[in-house]
């Protein structure tokens, strides 16, 4: 069965960072690109970086230039990391495939606040 654990969110102040890491099982890792979820309360889930199988990136437009993602396919692991922080940036934060893939993870929980 596909897992995924998320860890590494936190509060932080506006222009912190922060790095999150997800742990995937149950799915061949070096053969899926992978992406970071994000989901405001009251929003829906979203992705907001992307990594594929060869490590080329994409980003949602918000986030470009602040957020890294990346991946280590020895480890099954996908990162984020995350600089100069925003309170729009909180929320919380998922890992998947796409479409994503039963069931998500428990996510990691961003807070950016003064």
């Known amino acids: 069965q596909v897992q995924f654990v998320e860890s590494g969110g936190g509060l932080v102040q506006p222009g912190g960072s922060l790095r999150l890491s997800c742990a995937a099982s149950?799915?061949?890792?070096?053969?899926?690109?992978m992406h970071w979820y994000r989901q405001a309360p009251g929003k829906p889930r979203h992705v907001v970086a992307s990594?594929?199988?060869?490590?080329?990136?994409t980003y949602k437009d918000s986030v470009r230039g602040r957020f890294t993602i990346s991946r280590d396919n020895t480890k099954n692991m996908v990162y984020l990391q995350m600089n100069n922080l925003q309170p729009d940036d909180a929320g919380d934060y998922f890992c998947n495939v796409l479409p994503p893939a039963s069931p998500w993870g428990q996510g990691t929980q961003v807070t950016v606040s003064s």
């Open positions: 149950g799915i061949i890792f070096s053969l899926y690109t």
């Open positions: 990594v594929d199988s060869h490590g080329a990136v």
